[in-house]
């Protein structure tokens, strides 16, 4: 998964390819459209729910998977 450039990278694509996104804190969501996420990371803090890399969604379905042994 590419790192997180700190903007979505897709900016102005009316029409963006669906993303899987990693969190800081392990979560990833499958099959999301980047334009409905924070790609900024919030200022003088690191937050678990920072998208930390991304990829081309693979799947067409939305799906959140936890890191092993967390659920």
Do not use: H, T
Request: proline letters at 13%; aromatic letters at 10%; one cysteine or more.
């Amino acid at each position: 998964m590419p790192a997180n450039p700190g903007r979505n990278p897709f900016d102005g694509n009316d029409s963006p390819p669906l993303v899987d996104i990693r969190y800081r804190c392990g979560l990833v969501a499958r099959a999301v459209d980047p334009n409905k996420r924070r790609w900024v990371r919030w200022p003088g803090r690191d937050d678990s729910m920072d998208i930390v890399s991304w990829q081309p969604a693979e799947g067409k379905d939305y799906e959140l998977v936890w890191p092993a042994g967390e659920v």
